[in-house]
């Protein structure tokens, strides 16, 4: 995953909170296919999210300006939403 959202602890703590629900209802044997069952929706959305924060982090120059000028002209409303969504913890509780 690309780095640009800094999710990465984020996502690492989203990983235990789900294992540690997943730990109280189910086997063993049963963690791995509940994980990815409660995770992998999440996951494929902040990793496409970064991907396309790649051209504004990593792109050729034209790319990082057009991006920050698209940011700077988004609402307040939106940008907030972008946030929140980013930033919010699911409940995992199986």
Do not use: W
Not at 10 to 24: I, P, R, S, V, Y
Not at 54 to 73: C, D, K, N, P, V
């Amino acid at each position: 995953m690309e780095p640009n959202l800094g999710q990465g602890a984020c996502q690492a703590l989203e990983d235990a909170a789900a294992l540690a629900e997943l730990a109280k209802a189910l086997a063993p044997e049963q963690m791995l296919t509940g994980f990815e069952a409660l995770r992998l929706k999440r996951v494929r959305a902040i990793v496409g999210k970064a991907a396309e924060a790649r051209g504004a982090a990593h792109g050729s120059l034209f790319q990082q300006a057009a991006m920050r000028t698209i940011l700077r002209l988004l609402p307040d409303a939106i940008i907030d939403r972008i946030s929140r969504d980013a930033q919010r913890m699911p409940d995992y509780r199986v």
